[in-house]
Nanobody, 120 residues
Framework: QVTLVESGGGLVQPGGSLRLSCVAS????????MRWYRQAPGKERTLVSS???????NYADSVKGRFTISRDNVKKTVDLQMNSLNPDDTAVYYC??????????????WGQGTQVTVSS
């Protein structure tokens, strides 16, 4: 079984920073592309950022220059450093990854989500 567990959400004032982390767990697993999505109340879930196993990154236009995605292939983690946060960044943030396991092959997995609230 493969699980993704996020941490690091919370309440922050406008202009502040937060760092989200996600760890992939399971037996003999190898994460491939890893991503962060977010879903604001009443809105669809959207892709925030992605990172390949070799470190190639992509960002939504709304977060370029403010958010930085990174990963540790040994620890099987992906982080999202979020700076200059504004109320429009308020959402539940989800970790998503394509993970190879010997038991199940390649599958796509979601974390349970972590709330980020930007408010004064």
């Amino acid at each position: 079984q493969v699980t993704l567990v996020e941490s690091g959400g919370g309440l922050v004032q406008p202009g502040g920073s937060l760092r989200l982390s996600c760890v992939a767990s399971g037996t003999s697993i190898r994460p491939n592309n890893m991503r962060w999505y977010r879903q604001a109340p009443g809105k669809e879930r959207t892709l925030v950022s992605s990172i390949s196993p070799t470190g190639t990154t992509n960002y939504a236009d709304s977060v370029k220059g403010r958010f930085t995605i990174s990963r540790d292939n040994v620890k099987k983690t992906v982080d999202l450093q979020m700076n200059s946060l504004n109320p429009d960044d308020t959402a539940v943030y989800y970790c998503n990854a394509d993970v190879f396991s010997q038991q199940l092959g390649f599958k796509n997995y979601w974390g349970q989500g972590t709330q980020v609230t930007v408010s004064s």
